[in-house]
């Protein structure tokens, strides 16, 4: 922006070359993760080349075509839940840092993750059975029941005592001691088979992904969707200030509340399916906001599709870095989210020196 | 015509009252307000509750309709509130931050609308050189400009300012009040801003409400709302007015009272 220009052109004119670079910016982050998803495919034991890829993808016959048996159930699957759990929790993660105020917050810092840990600890030790449905969604249900019950805590106690940023944070951190005390109670009665399923889940891993799994998770993501857009506006404005916002009228802890609930579901939804995927809700909002600042317009797709890039990323490392192991995303996640998080911290302050 | 007046207004936080039996004669539009009186006798609350951030009880009539009686959304279009803190320092640039608030107070408005306001509001600023910086690489000054041409993109018809040049230097707060009181010109809004300096207030308010011990004490012409025995009753100083070369009142502080 050359900003020498505000003397002779109009301020609108200026803001709209500002905005088509914006758009450009954001076309280019999802090329990036095209790119990021096409070497995710050919990444893995069977390495593809883009040959295989193409033939596999517009085979007729899929169940006689090898590739193509690869592809559509092995490695798109995969690479879908990769995208689309790196999505929800970038949205999460962003929404979370503007309705409260905080660059550290993240999707798991009102203990949604913990709840639902707690949850899948419950269904694995006590091998709960929930009529018909097939055991391999008994786990994720049990886990999406275990955050929405602490979502639903918070929101009842936030509702009654005031939905402050203070408030709600104490109550977050009350709620995630409390889980991981119970879920650690439960480790401790459980056998050594179900403790390493638990150990395990809370690792995080998209090794379980597939397409049925995918379209629950897309179908909450596109659900939530409408929402947030019909609030992009006034989560912008709240950027000015609490105190500012108010003064527009706001009803600040009423947007907070329904935010905070919409970003709980998001979240709940990512990680029922794929155990503990922390890192990516905290770094994505923050390469966003790097790239694009904070008019949500393009703060929050910026967000959206630097969480699936980073976990689309991830999931390349996890299957490349040990030749015929997985490492379960969830660890590769937070190894490199940790240097990338103190690299982008330390930059911004170098920045602002 | 009644333009805007106030009667037997109090506001209590919780169990404790905070302001009472304030009353402010009718005020004509185009009249600017002065607020004065000691840190915490109420006037940021006054104002707040004005704005319907709290609730006040009596009564606060604009053209004869009382204000708390309006919904959210027709309050907020009449009633423009700057509050004393100034915008959070965020990666939003000045033109974003004011476009925003522009757009979630009045979604009617086309986007043709709020980019002539918009335009308009940083050239009579003046800060026309801030709108593509970023809230958080600008001054505390700077931001409080950024503050106002969020309050007065709206165009209130009510314009409620607390400590508007707190952190501004002696030309910009000159050039604040200056703006104001063109716009107050222009539209016929009506300004009721809280200030700590008496001497800017005597020298551009119409009125002056001075506040001391959660009651109004005084209320006129500036002349007359302060005089030395109402400056030791709000602040508990000893002060003189002296009237300046240029035909100013202005307070001289010669140092504190004891009781």
Known sequence: MNIDNTDTQSLSKLYRSFIWKRILLLASFLLVLMLALIVNIMAGPAGLNLSEIWSGLTATNVTENYHALIMWEIRLPYVVMAMLVGACLGLAGAEMQTVLNNPLASPSTLGVMYGATLGASLAIVYKIGIGYLPENYILPICAFLGAMITVLLIQFLSAKFGATIDTVILFGIAMVFALQALTALIQFVADSDNLQQIVFWTMGSLARANWEKNAIVLVILLGCIPFTIRHLWQMTALRAGEEYAKSYGLSVERLRLMVLFRVSIVTAAAVSFTGIIGFVGLVAPHISRMAFGEDHRFYIPGSIIAGAFILVGASILSKTLVPGILIPDGIVTALIGIPLFLFLLIRQKGAHS | ?259
């Open chain 2, 1 to 259: 015509m009644t333009k805007f007046s106030i009667k037997n207004y109090s506001f209590s936080y919780g169990p404790t009252t905070i302001l009472s039996e304030v009353n402010f004669d009718e005020i004509p539009r185009g009249k600017l307000v002065g607020l004065l009186g000691a840190n915490g006798v109420g006037k940021s609350s006054f104002l707040r509750s004005i704005a319907g951030l709290e609730t006040y009880t009596g009564s606060v009539k604009l053209d004869g309709s009382e204000l708390q009686e309006q919904n959210m959304y027709k309050r907020m279009k009449l009633v423009g509130y700057m509050p004393q803190t100034l915008p959070q320092a965020t990666s939003l640039t000045a033109y974003e931050s004011v476009f925003s608030a522009c757009r979630a107070v009045r979604p009617d408005l086309s986007h043709q609308e709020v980019e002539a306001r918009l335009e308009d509001v940083f050239n009579t600023l003046g800060i026309r050189e801030l709108a593509f910086k970023s809230l958080a690489r600008m001054s505390g000054g700077q931001r409080q400009m950024v503050g106002l041409a969020q309050v007065i993109v709206k165009r209130p018809e009510l314009l409620l300012l607390d400590e508007p040049t707190s952190a501004l230097d002696l030309r910009w707060q000159m050039g604040v009040f200056n703006v104001v009181k063109n716009m107050l010109t222009n539209s016929e809004a009506i300004c009721i801003t809280a200030l700590h300096d008496i001497n800017l207030a005597m020298r551009h308010c119409d009125y002056i409400a001075l506040f001391a011990d959660g009651k109004l004490i005084s209320f006129g012409l500036p002349t007359d709302a302060i005089n030395e025995v109402n400056l030791n009753e709000a602040y508990g100083v000893s002060a003189s007015i002296e009237i300046s070369r240029a035909g100013y009142p202005f307070a001289i502080i010669n140092g504190v009272t004891n009781e």
